[in-house]
């Protein structure tokens, strides 16, 4: 949890906002994703859902050198609103 506390002062620190933090407990992942330490075959997933500037996903990539963390995913969504996008 305390990355997740580590990723919203950052997103918070390039003026984003953290709008919701689901966790689905410990997964039985389909494949074993190895690592340093180990090949591991269950995880803690979590979802995370942030408003920040498009600048935020270069700066995310922070995460690729995580060795508690298996695998991320960054998805860029947009606000629908009567048919209209928010910009």
């Known amino acids: 949890?305390?990355?997740?506390a580590?990723?919203?002062?950052?997103v918070y620190k390039k003026n984003?906002?953290?709008?919701?933090?689901?966790s689905f407990g410990t997964v039985q992942l389909g494949y074993g994703i190895k690592k340093l330490d180990g090949r591991f075959f269950q995880g803690q997933m979590m979802q995370l859902t942030m408003m920040a500037?498009?600048?935020?996903?270069k700066e995310l990539h922070y995460l690729?050198?995580?060795d508690r963390l298996?695998?991320?995913?960054?998805?860029n969504a947009r606000?629908?609103?009567l048919g209209e996008a928010l910009h």
């Open 1 to 4: 949890m305390d990355m997740v």
């Open 79 to 81: 606000i629908f609103l």
């Open 70 to 75: 298996l695998r991320w995913l960054l998805v």
């Open 16 to 22: 984003g906002v953290v709008t919701e933090v689901k």
């Open 53 to 57: 500037s498009p600048m935020m996903s």
């Open 6 to 10: 580590r990723i919203g002062r950052d």
């Open 64 to 66: 690729n050198r995580e």
